[in-house]
């Protein structure tokens, strides 16, 4: 059935217009049917080794297809990925969780905390300022590097943050203004009979990290 998710997706990337999407609107349905099925058996399996993240449903999670194109230059009217982001309060929550992205060819399994707003941020840069040793020992654990590779980097600061020494000796650690890592996966992945499992082994991966940000938020 992934199979038909992905191609449903493949398909409408080449044709992101109305028309075209109205027309296969009975597709979509089946797609979005069998992706909230999927996220509604790993919320569960996640939730037994991640009691965090609460009960949730996968209606909770899963975010629209319908894209905001009031501000946008790319005035395409629909993604062209379907996305879920498992964590305590559902998709609009600011705490960590656990994100299942699929789109043909650009898949990905991620987690942490996506562009977390200033409070919190300050949160996360004085924690790692204060006591660098715990983060350090998550984010270099071989299996997170193996599993994970760098936190993502896109929108690093070049400079020291603002009230932070520039000699600190861990300064790398506190530039980020993003603390989410990713796993990509391929559509071979994507579409095996083992995905499941598959995503909640690179899930349990990411649980020290999350759980060093429920730690620091609470």
Request: charged residues 30%; hydrophobic residues 35%; glycine residues 6%.
């Given at each position: 059935?992934?199979?038909?998710?992905?191609?449903?997706?493949?398909?409408?990337?080449?044709?992101?217009?109305?028309?075209?999407?109205?027309?296969?609107?009975?597709?979509?349905?089946?797609?979005?049917?069998?992706?909230?099925?999927?996220?509604?058996?790993?919320?569960?399996?996640?939730?037994?080794?991640?009691?965090?993240?609460?009960?949730?449903?996968?209606?909770?999670?899963?975010?629209?297809?319908?894209?905001?194109?009031?501000?946008?230059?790319?005035?395409s009217?629909?993604?062209?990925?379907?996305?879920?982001?498992?964590?305590?309060?559902?998709?609009?929550?600011?705490?960590?969780?656990?994100?299942?992205?699929?789109?043909?060819?650009?898949?990905?399994?991620?987690?942490?905390?996506?562009?977390?707003?200033?409070e919190?941020?300050?949160?996360i840069?004085?924690?790692?300022?204060?006591?660098?040793?715990?983060?350090?020992?998550?984010?270099?654990?071989?299996?997170?590097?193996?599993v994970?590779?760098e936190?993502?980097?896109?929108?690093k600061?070049?400079?020291?943050?603002?009230?932070?020494?520039?000699?600190?000796?861990?300064?790398n650690?506190?530039?980020?203004?993003?603390?989410?890592?990713?796993h990509?996966?391929?559509?071979?992945?994507?579409?095996s009979?083992?995905?499941?499992?598959?995503?909640?082994?690179?899930?349990?991966?990411?649980?020290?990290?999350?759980?060093?940000?429920?730690?620091?938020?609470?």
């Amino acid at each position: 059935m992934k199979a038909d998710l992905l191609e449903f997706l493949k398909d409408l990337k080449n044709n992101n217009n109305r028309e075209w999407f109205q027309e296969n609107k009975s597709r979509y349905e089946k797609a979005r049917t069998e992706f909230e099925a999927y996220i509604n058996k790993l919320i569960p399996r996640i939730r037994e080794f991640d009691p965090e993240i609460g009960m949730l449903t996968a209606r909770d999670c899963m975010f629209r297809i319908y894209r905001d194109v009031r501000f946008a230059t790319d005035k395409s009217p629909y993604k062209t990925n379907m996305g879920a982001y498992i964590a305590r309060g559902g998709k609009g929550t600011t705490m960590p969780g656990y994100y299942v992205h699929m789109e043909p060819g650009s898949s990905f399994l991620a987690g942490g905390l996506y562009m977390p707003p200033p409070e919190i941020l300050k949160k996360i840069r004085d924690e790692i300022y204060f006591q660098p040793e715990e983060f350090k020992n998550i984010v270099f654990n071989k299996s997170f590097i193996r599993v994970f590779g760098e936190i993502d980097d896109s929108e690093k600061l070049k400079t020291a943050p603002k009230g932070y020494p520039k000699d600190f000796l861990d300064l790398n650690l506190i530039k980020f203004r993003n603390y989410a890592v990713m796993h990509w996966v391929s559509d071979e992945q994507t579409l095996s009979d083992v995905y499941e499992d598959y995503a909640i082994e690179v899930f349990k991966v990411l649980l020290p990290l999350n759980e060093y940000f429920y730690n620091l938020l609470k």
